[in-house]
């Protein structure tokens, strides 16, 4: 990209942030919608673990995203892979708890599957926008 306009990749960029934003509102609507079309608010529980899934990495992690994604001998680092691993795998378990207990039907379930889904390829999105080194909005 490199021989296009910088107001064109402005508009780009600007472009990423929006889808971003759209995919992170989606799977809002979609969480609210698990619970307010069968009048069961339930699936509200696993708003908690998505509020915990950034956690460990803001507080362990720090400003360095690339020593997620290799080898480390830094504690700290493996713990903030950890608590994330155990935070993502809480997400996906608090709706199948709660459908084997009785509490929510296979339509809550499946929005808040879906809304799981939404928000990880919203994540997924984040990083590789992260990855770019002439983006200009990487660490918002």
Request: with cysteine; hydrophobic share 55%.
């Amino acid at each position: 990209m490199a021989d296009v306009p910088g107001y064109l990749r402005t508009c780009l960029d600007m472009g990423k942030i929006a889808f971003l934003a759209i995919l992170v509102s989606t799977g809002i609507v979609l969480q609210i919608l698990a619970c307010a079309l069968f009048n069961n608010w339930w699936p509200m529980l696993s708003v908690i673990m998505y509020v915990l899934l950034p956690m460990p990495l803001l507080f362990f992690g720090g400003s360095d995203s690339t020593s997620l994604f290799n080898e480390s001998d830094n504690s700290w680092i493996n713990a903030a892979k950890f608590l994330t691993g155990a935070s993502a795998v809480g997400s996906v378990a608090i709706p199948s708890i709660l459908k084997h207990a009785g509490l929510i039907g296979w339509g809550a379930l499946a929005l808040d599957l879906s809304s799981y889904v939404v928000f990880l390829v919203a994540i997924l999105g984040y990083i590789c926008i992260g990855d770019a080194s002439d983006n200009y909005y990487s660490y918002i």
